[in-house]
């Protein structure tokens, strides 16, 4: 089987989330060849799409740095209670992300439970350290940190201008 042909089926694989047999079946080739075409291409992937990440530090200096949390959706998965959110109301991981006012990714954190706050998140990946010295805008829940924050809303009473 050729390069762009094993490159075809192990893209089909996992952006249709089809399982093995149903790819094998849509090519022509066994599950097992589906298997071993998978294991054989994907890293070759994950190199030629990530010649070079560039470190947070270096991608930071000089620029406004926007931080926010995101949520990955993980599914309920035994042994990883910690990942559920009771405030999303389903398990997930957290993930810090990095960005430039244009919209250019700079960095993502690695991924931590869904269940912890984004301030935690921030300072618990070494994030809080790091972006010390650099211009940051986060939201609300960034408070307490060096971040750039709004002011929230005082109980029963209104923003100010």
Same mark, same amino acid.
């Given at each position: 089987? @050729?390069?762009?042909?094993?490159?075809?089926? %192990?893209?089909?694989?996992?952006?249709?989330?089809? #399982?093995?047999?149903?790819?094998?079946?849509? !090519?022509?080739?066994?599950?097992? %060849?589906?298997?071993?075409?998978?294991?054989?291409?994907?890293?070759?992937?994950?190199?030629?799409?990530?010649?070079?990440?560039?470190?947070?530090?270096?991608?930071?200096?000089?620029?406004?740095?926007?931080?926010?949390?995101?949520?990955?959706? &993980?599914? #309920?998965?035994?042994?990883?209670? +910690? #990942? !559920?959110? @009771?405030?999303?109301?389903?398990?997930?991981? #957290?993930?810090?992300? *990095?960005? +430039?006012?244009?919209? @250019?990714?700079?960095?993502?954190?690695?991924?931590?439970?869904?269940?912890?706050?984004?301030?935690? *998140? !921030?300072? /618990?990946?070494?994030?809080? +350290?790091?972006?010390?010295?650099?211009?940051?805008?986060?939201?609300?829940?960034?408070?307490? %940190?060096? &971040?750039? %924050?709004?002011?929230?809303?005082?109980?029963?009473? /209104?923003?100010?201008?």
């Amino acid at each position: 089987m @050729g390069l762009y042909r094993a490159v075809v089926i %192990t893209l089909v694989y996992v952006r249709q989330n089809l #399982n093995q047999a149903a790819v094998g079946d849509l !090519f022509g080739v066994s599950q097992s %060849t589906v298997s071993r075409i998978y294991r054989g291409i994907l890293p070759l992937i994950g190199q030629a799409l990530c010649l070079h990440i560039p470190n947070l530090k270096e991608a930071i200096r000089g620029r406004l740095v926007l931080v926010d949390g995101t949520d990955v959706p &993980t599914g #309920n998965r035994a042994g990883h209670e +910690d #990942n !559920f959110s @009771g405030k999303r109301r389903r398990a997930g991981l #957290n993930i810090q992300v *990095a960005a +430039d006012t244009e919209g @250019g990714l700079l960095g993502i954190s690695a991924p931590l439970p869904g269940s912890m706050h984004d301030r935690k *998140a !921030f300072a /618990e990946c070494d994030w809080e +350290d790091l972006l010390a010295e650099t211009s940051v805008i986060g939201d609300p829940a960034y408070q307490g %940190t060096h &971040t750039i %924050t709004p002011r929230k809303k005082p109980k029963g009473g /209104e923003l100010s201008a």
